[in-house]
């Protein structure tokens, strides 16, 4: 007898594929889709939804076109580099171009200022920082055991890091009281937990610079780290995304703790993650990168490389770029000052409405304070406010939920995706959302200390503050719930 076949059963797919464990039904991804079916456009669709859910960076892309205008060469799909095309189209060992490899080694140390440098030998390709962190995982842990990750975290490391891995995440709990710094009691507590529930511990993993805080660790926090990893002789992994986007000079690469406490750290223990997406703006070539101090990591890392190699036509075009040191070192420093000042101009708008966010000094976002906007100090009012922040200002913005944070009224805003013109549009919106008054609804922030203390474990006098008295407004509030029917399309691009 013929059987059969539904298009869409999912009961004959794997368990895999089909659960939930990819973490994407969450208000980080439904506010793309919400930008995505409404998208902003200056003229043709000016009431659309901002986008300011995407950590990109597309400041500087311009400095690259130049370089790409100037040097045809590097290209085989030009008139001058196509003599090359035969040997790069059929390229396709997975150690990757030697040339690619000393490129990238030498950009990962000027993007770290300089002070640490990297043996090409260790570079290990991988799709993007995705494919990197998952590589890693695949790597060090098997289904069932655990990675500590300090909180907030990016949403998506629970489809990266988890979904098929099969490893869990231990959330290291970290707060507003300090600035949502990592602490030796909070990591000492989630190892503790982890062993009462019989779970093993494999490693922690942080981002540094933080997503979505966009602060960095210090080098004393980084020793402890290492210190601690050592001491429980797990995994460090260091997912350095971010780090040419720091502005000041004060950036510690994990690699430069790494060189200090070489006779007492096992080396072997640490990993970075790296990647060309953020830093020169480039997601879509899908450049990752496992850079590991452990030779057996190195070498199996290679072996399963090929499941996300680099194109060899990408690998060609940035091995010629980024050798081009004087191209480098300028696109460091403009995006960097580029960066940082859409960074100041950015949150100085905010602050004109009261509106703080964490000081940072990194990242392509901040991570903005809205807790005086909310009439209770719960994850439910927390999604209450975002609905309107995303229906009716118009703006997508991440909730602090999705990124595990366990302080409601927090919200993640990228601010490197999009031009001047646009910047200045959502801050207007932002303005006359909190401006805006009388006939609107009106949250009444008051003295709820009983409340306060039973919900959060913050300094509560942020919050409830007698004398705050914020009046916010939004005309018919239109709630919804996370998992609204804004329309699953399946076409929308898991961008982050
Ligand atoms: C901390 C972190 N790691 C990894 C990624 C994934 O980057 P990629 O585009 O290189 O895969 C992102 C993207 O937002 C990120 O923020």
């Known amino acids: ?38 998208p902003f456009h200056p003229t043709k669709n000016p009431n659309g939804v ?3 859910g995407l950590a990109e960076n597309q400041l500087s892309l311009d400095l690259i076109e130049e370089w790409i205008k100037k040097n045809p060469r590097a290209s085989i799909c030009s008139p001058e580099g196509v003599n090359a095309f035969k040997d790069i189209a059929i390229f396709q060992d997975y150690h990757g171009l030697p040339e ?13 200022r300089g002070k640490v440098s990297f043996d090409p030998e260790r570079i290990v390709m991988a799709g993007g920082a995705t494919g990197a962190n998952e590589l890693l995982m695949f790597c060090l842990a098997d289904p069932g055991d655990a990675f500590l990750i300090p909180t907030p975290y990016y949403p998506a490391f629970h489809r990266d890091l988890r ?14 009281s300090n600035n949502f710094q990592i602490t030796k009691k909070a990591l000492e507590e989630a190892y503790e937990n982890a062993q009462k529930a019989n779970i093993k511990v494999k490693g922690l993993i942080i981002t540094n610079p933080s997503n979505p805080l966009g602060t960095t660790m210090d080098r004393a926090t980084l020793r402890t780290l290492v210190t601690f990893i050592n001491d429980k002789q797990i995994h460090l992994v260091c997912d350095e995304i971010y780090a040419a986007t720091v502005h000041s000079l004060d950036f510690v690469s994990i690699s430069e703790v790494v060189q200090e406490m070489e006779d007492y750290c096992n080396r072997s223990l640490i990993h970075v993650v790296y990647s060309l997406s953020k830093d020169m703006g480039l997601p879509g070539f899908r450049v990752g ?9 190195v ?20 091995a010629s770029m980024l050798s081009d040191e004087e191209f480098v070192n300028e696109f460091l420093s403009e995006s960097t000052k580029r960066l940082a000042s859409r960074r100041g101009s950015f949150t100085k708008g905010l602050e004109q409405v009261g509106i703080r966010c964490l000081e940072s ?37 991440s909730p602090g939920s999705s990124f595990h944070c366990h302080e409601p009224g927090w919200f993640r805003v990228c601010f490197a995706n999009m031009d001047d013109e646009t910047m200045v549009v959502a801050l207007r919106r932002i303005r006359n959302f909190v401006e805006k008054g009388e006939d609107a609804e009106v949250i009444t922030v008051k003295k709820q200390n009983k409340a306060c203390q039973k919900t959060l474990s913050l300094s509560t006098s942020q919050i409830c503050d007698e004398n705050v008295t914020m009046t916010l407004s939004y005309s018919s ?20």
């Not at 496992?290 to 990591?297: E, P, Q």
């Open 1 to 38: 007898m013929k059987m059969e076949v539904k298009n869409g059963d999912s009961q004959l797919l794997s368990k895999l594929a089909t659960n939930n464990e990819h973490g994407e039904n969450s208000p980080y991804f439904d506010g793309w889709k919400a930008y995505e079916n409404n």
């Open 289 to 297: 990168i496992v850079y590991s101090y452990n030779d057996i990591v």
């Open 477 to 496: 509030p239109r709630v919804i719930s996370p998992h609204s029917p804004i329309p699953h399309s399946p076409m929308v691009r898991a961008r982050t």
């Open 299 to 318: 070498n199996i890392g290679r072996k399963m490389s090929s499941f996300g190699l680099v194109s060899s036509q990408t690998q060609h075009l940035l």
């Open 361 to 397: 000094n990194g990242g392509l976002f901040c991570w903005m304070d809205l807790r005086k906007l909310l009439k209770k100090p719960t994850f439910e009012d927390e999604m209450g406010l975002w609905s309107v922040i995303i229906n009716d200002v118009k703006l997508n913005v």
């Open 100 to 112: 690619f490899r000393n490129a990238v080694a030498n950009f990962m140390g000027k993007s770290r």
């Open 50 to 52: 901002i986008q300011m």
């Open 163 to 176: 979904w098929r891995t099969r490893v869990q995440l231990l959330p290291v709990v970290c707060e507003s």
